[in-house]
């Protein structure tokens, strides 16, 4: 069973006491801001800042706290409460676009970059290097002309009450967070001396995690990693059990804070540093955020920062990127979630609501009555690359009875769900309230499709009242745990009344995303429910290579001994048919597990599970399929690899109305057979089932002749061995199906010497119907035979061999014989040897 992070420490932090979720849709729009540097540039680095600024920026001068274009510098909204984010995420990759990323300042320098001046030239105030412009030679103006053909994409400007700003966007600017190795390093390590020397001056630290020329981006950056692993959230402070602190000067002095005091120690450091941060205070979807509570009216709960990189902002929190708290031991998490740096607004906006509607960074705004109706998204649900179909609010309404929720996603991703009853504990909308590694309960109360571009979750309340409805996923080729990425509400009127659904263990109905890595191209089954005419349904899978299969049925009053009775597969190189039986009216569970068919050492792993629905028209116990059938049956990658051939039947269940039935196949010369007949019955038959099974060689082809004695559901197993001192090995069973009222007649009894050539052309029945006294005729091929002859009845009767080398003749049967004898000699010994031995029942005659 996989484990299922029930995140109780994931709460995004708030002033009130419950939580709850948001929603966000992304739009993309290209924008390339730069940074320009607070040390003397080198040349590469004017260059940069000359070519990738617009001209009106570089004129205009800067301040260490100030905003542009009218916006008031260094404003300090009074801290409000809040704190870390819902459930972990793994950092994203920002990926470069286009050919190769621009040079300039948002890439680090390479090693021996700096300025070789002496350092009292190089040693300029943030003021004067903002205002510095360099002067450059037209061929390296020329050169970075031609390593940029086209001029950077222009920032878009949003149009604020006090005027309009530009927002930037994550992925223009440029190389992925791979190039923030160093500087994560290093950040990291200053953060350890500074500790271990307890330093707690804010410009210091500012200097120290900043040191090494570096542009805005790696300097914002320093300051990012540094806050996130020297900062804990101040868990006492916010449950009101300590004073809460918020300035920069406690903060660092304590190595606490609560969201306030993060936003204002990230402002106090890019001041430092020279790159223009701002506070923006709002509404967050935290530990105390309700589903279907209105904010309007109400303080804001929550501050994070918004910061000017190259002319454009961005958003970041680095409460939120710092970890999370476990609510029910009051621990703090520490752990970094990267996704909360530089937040694309259209993903932000999910769960960030500022007071100011320009922080948003839209181009659209949006509302807040739009925000309170958003669906919680999680950083995870970023990351994964998921996008949500349906529903577009996180409140969801049943529709008799029934709901259901789709996820898109860009690659495949394993999901898992959990439904539960809302009301009791902290019923929020923030975190899972599982312990980690449960799974999640209720699973009959949907029914969850994956496929590798989404899924589709059924819902199937068992009562009217309202659900908390959390959907939960990992990458489909991980073997690791599984991480909330988004929450609904689930309001239901009215229920519906329904059948029982068996449990399904292994999280979702249908093919698993991991079933095209096992080998299945395509699944006749493509409905959530397969509804079964009559109780029947065939299955089938389309493979890429040959594969072994084990399958499971259930059924909430099907015993396992009777399960086992109902399904019959066939193994074919690049098909798997599964012939499914239902015995019982009601929901059905079919879970199929494959592995390569060559690797008989590996395990076999989930591909599918399948929810079978039989309203009606279930069969007969006496329909089923016989006890121990073979996990191969019909003809398929077994038989092929033994060499056999041209079977007359392809399919794995044979049927018959007349009792009788004939299947032949070609096999290689040196390749002994042995075949069986069997059915479930109390007590044995007589004469036994062997006698109503016939098996003939000529050349290399075989006929299997079944004479069937009752109605009912036959196993035929076929095996071989390659020579008379191994071990015969099962190829394959058939399923007859006989339909007949009229009883098959048994055939002769083989002995030893009917071998491969030997044909039985008349009588075929071994049980002879005959009078006394009357005449019966013998067409038989004994191949290499110098006699033959039938011992019983009025003596010896021989036969002779016609131009067609058919050994012929009639046989008088005599009064009071009850056994007939074909006898031949082969080869050089006159050795009389029985080949066959046919029963006669005696009629009496009609008197005249």
């Not at 927002?167 to 500074?194: C, I, N, Y």
């Not at 409140?395 to 008799?400: K, Q, V």
């Amino acid at each position: 069973m996989s484990e299922v992070i029930i995140q109780k420490f994931s709460f995004p932090f708030s002033c009130s006491s419950q939580p709850c979720q948001p929603e966000a849709t992304p739009t993309k729009s290209p924008a390339r801001p730069t940074v320009p540097s607070t040390q003397s540039p080198s040349q590469e680095e004017r260059l940069n800042h000359r070519s990738l600024l617009d001209p009106a920026q570089l004129s205009q001068p800067r301040t260490a706290g100030g905003l542009q274009n009218g916006t008031p510098g260094g404003s300090e909204p009074a801290p409000a409460e809040g704190g870390p984010p819902p459930p972990s995420s793994q950092v994203p990759q920002l990926v470069p676009r286009g050919s190769s990323p621009r040079p300039g300042v948002l890439e680090p320098q390479a090693e021996g970059a700096e300025d070789q001046r002496p350092a009292a030239k190089r040693q300029l105030s943030s003021d004067s290097s903002a205002r510095t412009v360099g002067v450059l030679k037209k061929t390296a103006l020329r050169k970075a002309g031609e390593a940029r053909p086209g001029p950077p994409p222009r920032a878009r400007g949003l149009q604020g009450p006090e005027g309009s700003i530009s927002r930037g966007r994550r992925k223009d600017l440029g190389p992925s967070t791979g190039v923030f190795l160093r500087v994560d390093a290093h950040a990291f390590q200053a953060g350890m001396e500074l500790k271990e020397q307890c330093v707690c001056s804010v410009a210091t630290i500012a200097r120290s995690i900043t040191q090494g020329g570096w542009g805005e981006l790696e300097r914002l950056r320093a300051i990012w990693v540094w806050l996130c692993n020297n900062i804990e959230y101040d868990l006492s402070g916010y449950l009101g059990q300590t004073e809460k602190l918020c300035s920069p000067e406690e903060v660092v002095a304590a190595g606490r804070a609560v969201c306030g005091g993060y936003a204002s120690l990230c402002l106090a450091l890019c001041r430092e540093v020279g790159v223009q941060c701002q506070q923006v205070p709002g509404f967050s979807k935290g530990i105390g955020y309700q589903q279907g509570r209105s904010l309007r009216g109400t303080r804001s709960d929550h501050m994070w920062n918004a910061v000017q990189l190259g002319g454009c902002w961005f958003l970041l929190d680095a409460c939120w990127g710092a970890g999370r708290v476990d609510m029910d031991t009051k621990n703090f998490i520490k752990r970094m979630d990267d996704f909360y740096f530089l937040t694309e607004p259209e993903d932000f906006i999910g769960s960030h609501f500022p007071d100011e509607q320009r922080w948003q960074l839209l181009d659209a705004p949006l509302a807040l009555e739009d925000f309170e109706r958003s669906v919680f998204r999680t950083s995870r649900f970023y990351t994964l690359g998921l996008s949500l179909i349906h529903p577009r609010h996180a409140l969801i309404l049943t529709e008799e009875g029934e709901a259901s929720v789709s996820v898109g996603s860009k690659r495949p991703v394993s999901f898992t769900y959990e439904v539960a009853p809302m009301g009791g504990r902290d019923e929020g909308m923030a975190g899972p309230r599982q312990s980690v590694g449960e799974a999640p309960e209720e699973a009959s109360w949907g029914l969850l499709t994956v496929t590798p571009r989404g899924m589709k979750l059924h819902l199937l309340p068992p009562a009217s009242g309202t659900y908390r409805v959390k959907l939960f996923a990992r990458p489909a080729d991980a073997d690791a745990t599984f991480l909330w990425v988004c929450s609904f509400t689930l309001q239901c009127p009215v229920a519906r009344a329904r059948e029982e659904i068996p449990d399904n263990p292994f999280l979702s109905w249908g093919l698993q995303p991991s079933a095209g890595a096992l080998g299945v191209e395509a699944c006749s089954q493509c409905s959530q429910v397969a509804e079964l005419e009559g109780g029947r349904l065939e299955l089938v899978l389309q493979t890429s290579r040959p594969l072994m299969l084990l399958w499971e049925l259930a059924h909430p009053g099907l015993e396992p001994a009777l399960s086992r009775r109902c399904l019959a597969a066939q193994v074919e190189p690049q098909r798997l048919t599964c012939h499914v039986l239902c015995p019982r009216t009601g929901f059905y569970r079919l879970s199929l597990f494959l592995r390569d068919y060559e690797k008989t050492d590996g395990e076999f792993q989930n591909a599918g599970n399948f929810l079978l629905h039989c309203a009606r028209g279930a069969v007969g116990l006496d329909e089923l399929f016989p006890p121990s059938l073979s996990s191969c049956c019909g003809p398929g990658t077994r038989t092929l690899a033994a060499g056999l051939s041209r079977f007359s039947h392809a399919g794995a269940l044979v049927s018959t109305q007349q009792g009788r039935c004939n299947l032949t196949f070609h096999t290689r010369a040196d390749l002994e057979l042995h075949a069986t007949l069997s059915r479930e019955e109390s007590p044995p038959p007589a004469p036994p089932l062997s006698r109503h099974l016939l098996c003939t060689y000529t050349d290399s082809k075989v006929t299997l002749s079944a004479s069937l004695p009752r109605p009912g559901v036959y196993r035929l197993g076929l095996y071989a061995r390659d020579g008379p001192e191994g071990d015969f090995r099962p190829l394959c069973d058939f399923v007859l199906k006989n339909g007949s009222q009229q009883p098959g007649p048994p055939f002769p009894c083989v002995f030893a010497a009917w071998r491969r050539g030997c044909v039985l052309l008349e009588p075929r029945s071994g049980r002879l119907e005959e009078a006394a006294g009357s005449w019966v005729r013998f067409r038989v091929k004994v191949p290499g035979a110098r006699r033959v002859a039938v011992l019983g009845g009025e003596g010896t009767a021989e036969l002779r061999q016609n131009r067609s080398r058919v050994w012929e003749g009639e046989v008088l049967t005599g009064s009071g014989q009850s056994q007939l004898r074909l006898v031949a000699v082969t080869g050089e010994s006159a050795d009389t040897a029985v080949l066959l031995t046919f029963d006669i029942h005696e009629q009496q005659k009609e008197e005249g």
